[in-house]
C-alpha cells in the first residue's frame, strides 16, 4: 500500500508534466532525465530522453523514482541532435571539405565495468556508424578496472572484423583486467598521464577447490589469445600472458643489435630486467609501457592525437560513441536491475495474491445457499483485494518483460528463452487470476 500511495504522488506530478509538454525524472541515487513520460505504473516508468545526441527510451523501477515534475521542454529538445547528426553527417558526406582539410575521428569510451558500462553491442554501432560514413579513426579511451570476460573478448573479436575498415587507437588511463583485451586489439596505444594496464589474472587456481586444473587451461586459452592479438598489432606477446597468467616471469633485455627481447627466463650472458614474477601479476606504468615499446606516444586526450601523429584537421563531427556508450549502458543497468528487482516482486506479490484468495476465507450461507449480507459483504470486499493484488502482480510481471527486453537488446548474454517462459509462465496466471476474480464479483452464494 506504501508503494501504491508514493507512485500516486509521482503520477500526480506526471499529470502535471504532461499538460507542461515536459517531464523532469529525479531517482533516488540523484540522476535526473528530461523528457517526456510515456508510461508510468506503479511497476515502473518509462521516459522518452536524450543521451547525449542520442534519442533513447528508458526505463525505472518505480522504487528508484523520487519524483517526476512538470517543467517546459526546451525549444526543438528532440530536434537539435538529429539537426547535429544531420549536419555532420552532410558534412562527412561533402567531398571538397573531407579531401581539402577534414581527418575525421570517433570516440568510444571504455569507461566502467565490462558487462555493464561496456557492452559490445556499443561497439559495433560505433564502429558500424565509422565505416558507413567513411570515417577511418575510432580512438578508444579506457578507463576501466575490468569486469566480464565474455565482453572484452567480443570486442577483441569485433576489432578484429573492422580491422581492414578502420583504425583503431587506444588511449590508456587506466586498463585493468579485462580492460587490456581492447587495448591490445587496436593497431596503436597511447598513455595518458598516471596510466596503468594490466592485473588480468582470469582464472585463480587453489587446489582446495579442486579445479586448479581447469583454471590453469583456461587461463592458458586466454593468455595464449591474448598472446596473438598483441603479435599481430607488433608487440611482444609474452607481455599479456604475464598480465593475464599469475604463474608466468616476463625477463626484458636489450640484445646486441639494439633490438628489445622479452622471454619467460633470464637471459644468459646478458644484462636483464626483471618485470613478473610467480608472486606478481605484471602491471605496467605509463613510463614502463613506452620504455618496453608496448604504447607509442603520450597523449591526454582523443582530441590532441591528430595532432602529435601528424593528421591534419583532426575532428570529431558528432559524439556517436559516447552517446552510442551511455544508451547501451542505461540498457543494461535497467534489465540487470530490473530483472532482480521485478522478479523478486512478482514472486512476493503472488504470494501474496494466493494466500489472500477469496476462496481461503470462511463464509454463512442461508438454507438456499446464498450468502449472508454480513457474508456478501466480505466476499466481495476479498475479491476487490485479491484482484487489486493481482493488478499489482500483473503491473510487475510487465516490467519484467521489458527488463528481459532490455537484455536483449543490451545484448547480455543471458537465457532469455528460460526467462521469457517464466514470464509467460507468471502472466498466464495473473490473467487467468484477474478474468475469474472480475467474473466473481457478483457472485452471491455457493
Not at 338 to 345: I, M, P, Q
Amino acid at each position: 500500500m506504501l508503494r501504491t500511495n508514493r507512485w500516486a504522488a509521482c503520477g500526480l506530478a506526471w499529470a502535471i508534466g504532461a499538460a507542461a509538454c515536459a517531464d523532469v525524472l529525479h531517482l533516488h541515487d540523484g540522476r535526473v532525465f528530461e523528457g517526456v513520460v510515456v508510461r508510468g505504473t506503479d511497476g515502473a516508468v518509462t521516459i522518452d530522453t536524450m543521451i547525449g545526441r542520442i534519442r533513447t527510451t528508458l526505463r525505472f523501477s518505480a522504487a528508484d523514482v523520487e519524483r517526476v515534475e512538470g517543467r517546459p521542454l526546451p525549444a526543438a529538445f528532440f530536434d537539435h541532435p538529429r539537426d547535429d547528426a544531420a549536419r555532420a553527417a552532410a558534412d562527412l558526406d561533402a567531398p571538397s571539405g573531407r579531401a581539402r582539410d577534414a581527418t575525421y575521428y570517433l570516440e568510444a569510451p571504455i569507461r566502467g565495468v565490462f558487462g555493464i558500462d561496456v557492452l559490445p553491442r556499443a561497439i559495433e554501432e560505433t564502429l558500424d556508424f565509422a565505416v558507413r560514413r567513411g570515417i577511418r579513426h575510432v580512438v578508444f579511451t579506457i578507463d576501466s578496472p575490468g569486469g566480464e570476460v565474455w565482453a572484452a573478448d567480443a570486442i577483441a573479436l569485433l576489432l578484429e572484423r573492422f580491422a581492414d575498415r578502420v583504425t583503431c587507437h587506444a588511449i590508456v588511463e587506466r586498463a585493468i583486467s579485462a580492460a587490456i583485451w581492447v587495448a591490445f586489439s587496436c593497431d596503436h596505444i597511447y598513455v595518458a598521464p598516471n596510466a596503468a594496464m594490466g592485473a588480468a589474472v582470469v582464472f585463480r587456481g587453489d587446489a582446495s577447490t579442486g579445479h586448479a586444473a581447469v583454471d590453469a587451461k583456461m587461463t592458458s586459452a586466454y593468455a595464449g589469445k591474448l598472446g596473438a592479438i598483441a603479435e599481430r598489432r607488433g608487440r611482444s606477446p609474452a607481455i599479456p600472458r604475464a598480465m593475464v597468467d599469475q604463474t608466468a616471469e616476463l625477463y626484458t633485455w636489450v640484445d646486441g643489435a639494439g633490438a628489445r627481447r622479452f622471454a619467460s627466463y633470464p637471459p644468459a650472458g646478458a644484462a636483464y630486467e626483471t618485470l613478473d614474477t610467480v608472486e606478481t601479476v605484471l602491471t605496467l606504468t605509463g613510463d614502463q609501457m613506452l620504455r618496453l615499446g608496448v604504447a607509442d606516444a603520450r597523449i591526454a586526450t582523443s582530441a590532441e592525437l591528430g595532432d602529435s601523429i601528424g593528421l591534419p584537421g583532426w575532428r570529431q563531427p558528432v559524439a556517436f560513441g559516447t552517446a552510442t556508450a551511455a544508451k547501451y549502458a542505461a540498457l543494461a543497468r535497467n534489465a540487470q536491475q530490473g530483472l532482480r528487482d521485478h522478479a523478486a516482486a512478482v514472486e512476493r506479490g503472488v504470494k501474496e495474491a494466493r494466500d489472500h484468495s477469496p476462496e481461503r476465507s470462511s463464509y454463512t450461507y442461508h438454507t438456499n445457499g446464498a450468502f449472508t449480507d454480513a457474508s456478501l459483504v466480505r466476499w466481495r470486499e476479498n475479491v476487490e483485494r485479491c484482484h487489486l493484488m493481482w493488478r499489482r502482480v500483473s503491473s510487475d510481471i510487465s516490467a519484467y518483460g521489458q527488463a528481459i527486453d532490455d537484455a536483449e537488446k543490451a545484448g547480455l548474454p543471458l537465457d532469455l528463452e528460460t526467462l521469457r517462459r517464466q514470464h509467460r509462465e507468471w502472466k498466464n496466471e495473473a490473467s487467468r487470476r484477474i478474468s475469474e476474480l472480475l467474473a466473481q464479483r457478483h457472485r452471491t452464494g455457493r
